[in-house]
């Protein structure tokens, strides 16, 4: 299902442990004082984020989290998937634009209705630009779950997206500053992450999550800066 960012409404869920894998390929979730980190090591994209909250839960279809009771997914999307991407290569604001014009398209079709959408640049730092934008779910579907939040970022080849319901309890910006909150926490790096070193680090640190240096290691830095991919 690498097409489809699922409606959480349609999810059955089921509740199993948060754990650090130790091979350090793939993804590796490990605890920290807030919440988990996220570690990716695959797909030629090697990244981390912090995903605070203080119950955290995988669903049973992966890569779904319930965060505090809300559903969220975390996943990358090859831009070549949506887009042929000739030199010289797009701008990124282009590239996110390409991308909600693609899934949006492939989500009206799925709830048969004319989708409104609402999008929103957002600047994290003075190097990364992320693109939010969501739309309100059919009256039918709204019981649980009032719309869908998407916040999406450029990797290199890829999108990192992340995406969550807005409960129907919750103010109009709750998803949003959920999922800004998330992604400002990115770290990059141009080489496969050290998990052995990565989750030592947190270990010894209490908790704390180290800054990465270009080579995927904590770096004993806080104010290192993380070059942007």
């Not at 979730?29 to 984020?49: C, P, Q, R, S």
């Amino acid at each position: 299902m690498n097409r489809l960012i699922k409606i959480f409404l349609l999810i059955l869920t089921s509740s199993i442990g948060v754990c650090a894998q130790s091979s350090g390929s793939g993804t590796t979730l490990i605890k920290t004082e807030a919440g988990i980190l996220w570690v990716h090591n695959e797909d030629d994209a090697y990244f981390m984020v912090e995903i605070k909250g203080a119950e955290i839960e995988p669903m049973r279809e992966y890569p779904f989290l319930r965060v505090d009771g809300r559903p969220m997914q975390l996943r990358l999307v090859p831009i070549e998937d949506f887009l042929n991407v000739k030199k010289p290569r797009p701008k990124d604001n282009a590239i996110l634009k390409a991308h909600q014009d693609w899934e949006a398209e492939h989500h009206s079709k799925l709830l048969n209705t004319k989708l409104t959408l609402h999008s929103e640049t957002i600047q994290l730092g003075t190097d990364r630009e992320a693109l939010f934008w969501d739309y309100e779910n059919p009256p039918q579907m709204r019981r649980d779950f009032a719309a869908q939040s998407f916040l999406v970022t450029a990797l290199s080849k890829h999108l990192l997206l992340l995406n969550s319901p807005r409960l129907s309890d919750e103010a109009p910006n709750a998803a949003r500053n959920f999922l800004v909150a998330t992604l400002s926490t990115l770290q990059v790096s141009s080489t496969p992450i050290n998990v052995n070193a990565l989750q030592e680090s947190i270990r010894s640190g209490g908790g704390k999550i180290p800054m990465l240096d270009q080579s995927g290691k904590s770096s004993s830095n806080p104010n290192r800066k993380q070059e942007r991919k």
